[in-house]
Nanobody, 126 residues
Framework: QVQLVESGGGLVQAGGSLRLSCAAS????????LGWFRQAPGKEREFVAAISWSGASTYYEDSVKGRFTISRDNAKNTVFLQMNSLKPEDTAVYYC???????????????????WGQGTQVTVSS
């Protein structure tokens, strides 16, 4: 089992920045693919970004490319999402997720992840 706890959400004006963190416990996630997803009211949960266990490979949803950066610190069992140039349409609950992936694959689909955090609210005002 893995417990994931997100933090760093909040209210920010359009154009501002936030840095989300997701700390894992119960076991190391140093060989897991880690991802960030988001869910806006009335919408499906969608992929935002993901990173391989080594950090060598990353993927982003098209609308966040160039604005968001995913990174990880395996020594701290933590994954981050730096969000810059935020837009009102980025408003959502953001979730982190983990899946054992020692081959280095980057998992990008909701259904493939095994462990999820409780989410952190990000609200971007116009």
């Amino acid at each position: 089992q893995v417990q994931l706890v997100e933090s760093g959400g909040g209210l920010v004006q359009a154009g501002g920045s936030l840095r989300l963190s997701c700390a894992a416990s119960a076991r190391t996630v140093s060989r897991d693919s880690l991802g960030w997803f988001r869910q806006a009211p009335g919408k499906e949960r969608e992929f935002v970004a993901a990173i391989s266990w080594s950090g060598a490979s990353t993927y982003y949803e098209d609308s966040v490319k160039g604005r968001f950066t995913i990174s990880r610190d395996n020594a701290k069992n933590t994954v981050f999402l730096q969000m810059n140039s935020l837009k009102p349409e980025d408003t959502a609950v953001y979730y982190c997720a983990a899946k054992w992936a020692p081959t280095g694959v980057v998992v990008r689909t909701t259904g493939e992840y095994d462990y999820w955090g409780q989410g952190t609210q990000v609200t971007v005002s116009s």
